[in-house]
């Protein structure tokens, strides 16, 4: 080997090093964030948030008018009746947005350090925005203006000791939400104080929200549980052992709570007694949510396969392959399903919920691509 | 799976878990994931060790061979023609059993671990969903989900991000606004105290060529990873470094001390076990040598200060026969 080809070799070396992991070093992202008004889907992904017709997949405007890549979004917004979005980006950010035409309403606010992201989205009570942020606050804000109203826990002390990724829950005077540092957290709407954690440690990271049954609430960790928590006290009901990493949250109905999990299966469990009624082992992990539509179950699985079943008979109804992974929760619109990729194209793809029939797909810059390649 | 996951990533990250597990969960240590990656790379450099070893025993190999007549003869007979003098130094590496390329040996068997080790840190300090999903498919079963996510702090440091010392009034400034980049700095240091230590001399030839050039470039080239990749790796290249540093001085020791023992009757009495003391002071002398003339250094032994003194003759004349030449 000559000694001159040592300098590119390791020039080389250098560069495949860097490649690696784009920046050099780990880098934030998440999948599109997906909501609705009914007419229109709103979409946070990468540098932008794009409002799409839901009848048609036109693109209807999309925010900011010049993206900026230390400015990203990926929260699923949050849209009022009276028509203004809130937007979180991953720079510890908050904006409102009108619904309509995306005009700034106010902010962009920064919440704090700008290494907090804000992964989940936003909850409205009344007139205050709560925004869960991934400096390990929840932020409550002012809707009209953005103002500061209360932090959990308060700016004088310190935050969490892990992240808050998802949108918190609110009954009556109190809000629940769940964090990166294994817990349940109940804090007073009015004030921002401590109502609660739970009682211990809960085995794993919380990464989605808690679900509101009657006096529990229900949240997957990655210690592989399903747990039942009375919501008044934050003790334990019951838990339930999935076997794997549980990531998204369960989805409720007729008392029954469904969920997947990172091995794949697709758990169906008592609300009341924490018992297993059915399990299913589908061909892909799972980290979204089901949804439940009238009889219907619409459950996204990391591969790329939207299944569709019907829940009184388990029957498969339709299921479709699509390019691309799916870590977004499907969103239902009346008669259609709509899904978001993650790598893949198109980005958006809805179909008939009746017999997935394509109806339309939205990719940012456009796209020749169908969501169903046969 | 690929299996460079199967085989190299994978094994990488879970003894990183196994490890952070035990240090933090169980043991309730602060900053376990930089303390993992510690004691993962002393296990690296145990595993490694046969390879090192006889390595490095090539590289005293080289050293000595430097003063052997036969090579001063060669390299004075052959002076003027270059392609005369490598063969006829390859022969006589052949005749006395030493690989001339041995010296890139430890950097060759580093680079699949510096790659594992860089993938494995990235992926484990994932703090956004994507990046955790996605390290989630690396974990094996056995290692407990509970520690996730890892702490990522470890003294002033975040193991996922490129380090730097905060010191105020650096603000604005360019390349240390941030901070200083400390470990860069002592990852510089570290790879050329190595390098000269670990590699063997080759003057006159094609692999010298090679082997000084490397010192000179491999420093810096570690020493960018670590300015601007996570310094998780920088850390590792810190601890591995430290440890083939007295991995040198120590065999170079124990080298030495039979042939002093030979010349000296004094060195007789010299115990066979070194103490911590007499270590330290081997590093601290070695350093010292390589700091003051580090052309020579590697030339010469640098066990104790009679050890030294003997090797340095050669040494010394061939300088002069050179001049004279």
Redesign the interface.
Known sequence: ???KL??PL?IG??F???A??GA????????PGLSSDGETVYMAFNQAVYAIDADNGNLKWSYPAEPKSNRTF?APPTVTEDGTLYVGD?ANGIVALSASNGAVEWGPIQLGESNG?I?GGSTIAGDLLLVPS?DGRLYARDISDGSAVWTFPAEFSNPLE??I?SAPVVDGARVFFTS?D?NVYSVDLAQGGQLWMADR?L???I?DSPVLVDSKLLAGT???KLIALDKDRGREAWTFDAGN?I?GSPAVGDGVAYFGD?AGQLHAVDVNSGSEIWKETLSSRI?TSPVLSEDRMFVAAESGTLFVREISTKRDLWNVALDGDL?TDPLVLGDTVIVAT?GGEPLLCAFDVENGTERWSFTPGGSDKRCRSG | MNIWDTFILNPMINALLYIYNFLGPTLGLAGAFGLAIIVFTILIRLITLPLTYKQQQSTQKMQELQQDKEYIKIQEKHKGNRQKLQEEQMKLYKKKGINPFAGCVPTVIQLPIIFGLYGAVIRALADSPSPLLEFSKHIYSSVSSTIIPLDSQFLWMDLGLPERFPIPGLEGLPLVGDGLPILAIIVIITSYLQTKLTTPPQPGSQGGGMTQMMGVYMPLLLGWFAYTLAAGLALYFVVSNVLAISQAVIMKRYRSAPEAAGKKKKAKEQPKESSVLGILSNVQASLTKLLAAPSESTAQGSNSNESSKDQSEPSTKKKADAKGS
């Open positions: 080997m000559k000694p040592v300098i390791l070396g250098a495949v090093l860097s690696c992991a050099g070093f780990r880098t934030a992202t998440s999948w990926f991953f992201r992964v991934g892990e992240s990724w990166m294994h440690d085995g794993g990271a990464a990655f210690g592989h990493w990531w990172l980290s870590h993650s």
